[in-house]
């Protein structure tokens, strides 16, 4: 059975840094490939980011390009997204995703992803 559980959200002031984890069991990173959303209130579940099961390779969306680094600790089976510069448009709740690589098109959408964690908040506020 696939678990996925995000930690790390919390309350940051604009400019201010996060850094959210998303430990994994049941599924291998060999296999599996992790990606990041979040869904503002009143919005539309969106892409933060994704690595890639082979070669680890990270892919993100441009509104948080440049100031957002996924990467993986496959020994703990963990995904973390390292957020820095931190802007009020970014709070939401933040969502650990993981699917089967091979029947991936679209690391991007979030209907290309089987499992899914319960979301962790993420408010920028002063």
């Known amino acids: 059975q696939v678990q996925l559980a995000e930690s790390g959200g919390g309350l940051v002031q604009p400019g201010g840094s996060l850094r959210l984890s998303c430990a994994s069991s049941g599924l291998t990173f060999n296999t599996h490939t992790m990606g990041w959303f979040r869904q503002a209130p009143g919005k539309e579940r969106e892409f933060v980011a994704a690595i890639r099961s082979s070669g680890g390779y990270t892919y993100y969306a441009d509104s948080v390009k440049g100031r957002v680094t996924m990467s993986r600790d496959i020994a703990k089976n963990t995904v973390f997204l390292q957020m820095n510069n931190l802007k009020p448009e970014d709070t939401a709740v933040y969502y650990c995703?993981?699917?089967?690589?091979?029947?991936?098109?679209?690391?991007?959408?979030?209907?290309?992803?089987?499992?899914w964690g319960q979301g962790t908040q993420v408010t920028v506020s002063s």
């Open positions: 995703a993981a699917g089967i690589t091979p029947f991936m098109r679209d690391f991007g959408s979030a209907s290309e992803y089987n499992y």
